[in-house]
């Protein structure tokens, strides 16, 4: 189940765009892993890219079909998600599954070009973020810039990101 704040994308959205705006080329293919309510949607479709999404939650999906219709989006979970040739990996505010080794099996099928993380400042989430983080550079990435932001929301506001780009 999704937060019930995390229906409120703005200005996360906008935010995380900035941050990897300057990095996308047109035509590339962005998964939204574990989607929620894709709060790069708008922005990912308006650059000229391709966004692809999954989540388990349906009333998220069904809402992203018909706001954003010309994105592809599936109700599924990350265990079974659609992993495939993509050129930008978005991870916003999913570290639960982060240090899982169904996900770090998952890495090593893909290899995106960049990779956005984004978390809630939370004790338990940051420790996750920084051993994905680790995990990144020891795969061949660097990070690129990062930062701390408030994303505006009733709980877990202050949240913390990192761009991450391939080495190889």
């Not at 809402?63 to 599936?74: C, I, Q, R, V």
């Amino acid at each position: 189940m999704i937060a019930p704040q995390l229906k409120k994308t703005e200005p996360r959205g906008s935010i995380l765009f900035n941050v990897l705006e300057p990095y996308l080329k047109n035509g590339d293919k962005v998964l939204d892993a574990c989607c929620g309510y894709s709060p790069l949607a708008k922005y990912i479709i308006n650059h000229g890219c391709k966004i692809i999404g999954f989540d388990n939650n349906l009333e998220a999906i069904k809402f992203l079909e018909k706001e954003h219709p010309s994105g592809t989006w599936y109700f599924l979970s990350y265990k079974t998600g659609k992993y495939f040739s993509i050129d930008v990996l978005l991870l916003l505010g999913v570290v639960h599954f982060y240090s899982t080794p169904e996900f770090r099996r998952i890495m090593h099928m893909i290899h995106p070009r960049i990779i956005l993380l984004e978390t809630a400042n939370i004790p338990e989430n940051i420790k996750h973020y920084n051993s994905m983080s680790d995990f990144l550079l020891s795969k061949g990435y660097e990070k690129s810039t990062g930062g701390k932001y408030d994303a505006e929301l009733e709980f877990a506001s202050e949240r913390t990101f990192s761009l991450y780009t391939s080495l190889t």
